[in-house]
């Protein structure tokens, strides 16, 4: 009885590409749990629980630790959540494609000044994400359900990634504003071209 009830408060905020970015983290992601899904969709939401260190010194420090952990996927960036706020930008990729690192200590400073904490489009989107779900994977709807009743889901905490996932993605990375990173680099948007990242309509800045 939820469901058409769900599409009908979702629709306005573009159901379509929504569904889409759903099932590129099922499609991409080889291996989660219930808590990594929470994790990406309440990031992609919400930014940063808190800022980690942003100076160039830590900032190169964790790049020589990414280096040596990787993500699976080998790219720069990699979507977050459904919301299109924020993206995650994987620090060996980004610097070894030689992108600034100034640029992306301002990016990840900015995240502060345009967090906003939805919690019930945050919740749309976890449902979405369970009636997203790939079937095919080691865990199973009743999971989701168990994991609600044990965080408490109604308080929407945050949660980092599991162990496991960061050992498959890395743990070395800076959220950033999906608009903001596209201004600067319209090149890097054609990466997931399923996903229907627009930059048309964005000012493009030239790096530095």
């Known amino acids: 009885m939820y469901l058409p009830n769900y599409f009908e408060r979702i629709n306005i905020f573009k159901l379509e590409e929504k569904i889409k970015s759903a099932n590129w983290f099922y499609e991409h992601y080889d291996s989660f749990s219930t808590q990594d899904v929470y994790t990406w969709l ?4 919400f930014g940063y629980a808190e800022l980690p260190a942003n100076d160039l010194s830590s900032l190169k420090k964790e790049i020589r630790l990414a280096r040596s952990n990787p993500s699976k996927l080998n790219q720069i960036w990699e979507p977050l959540g459904l919301s299109k706020k924020f993206i995650k930008i994987n620090l060996d ?16 400073s900015e995240v502060e000044e345009i967090q906003e904490f939805d919690r019930l489009t945050f919740k749309n989107h976890w449902n979405l994400m369970k009636i997203q779900f790939d079937y095919t994977k080691k865990i199973s ?26 050992k498959e993605y890395s743990p070395y990375y800076r959220i950033v504003a999906l608009d903001s990173f596209f201004r ?17 309509n964005l000012e493009i800045i030239r790096a530095e």
């Open 42 to 45: 309440w990031l992609g939401e």
């Open 93 to 108: 990729v980004y610097y070894e494609a030689g992108y600034p690192l100034k640029r992306l200590i301002q990016l990840t």
């Open 141 to 166: 709807l009743q999971d989701f359900h168990n994991f609600e009743i044990k965080i408490p889901f109604h308080m929407t905490p945050f949660l980092g990634f599991t162990e496991e996932f960061l």
């Open 184 to 200: 600067y680099f319209p090149e890097c948007s054609e990466i997931y071209p399923d996903i229907f990242i627009e930059i048309n």
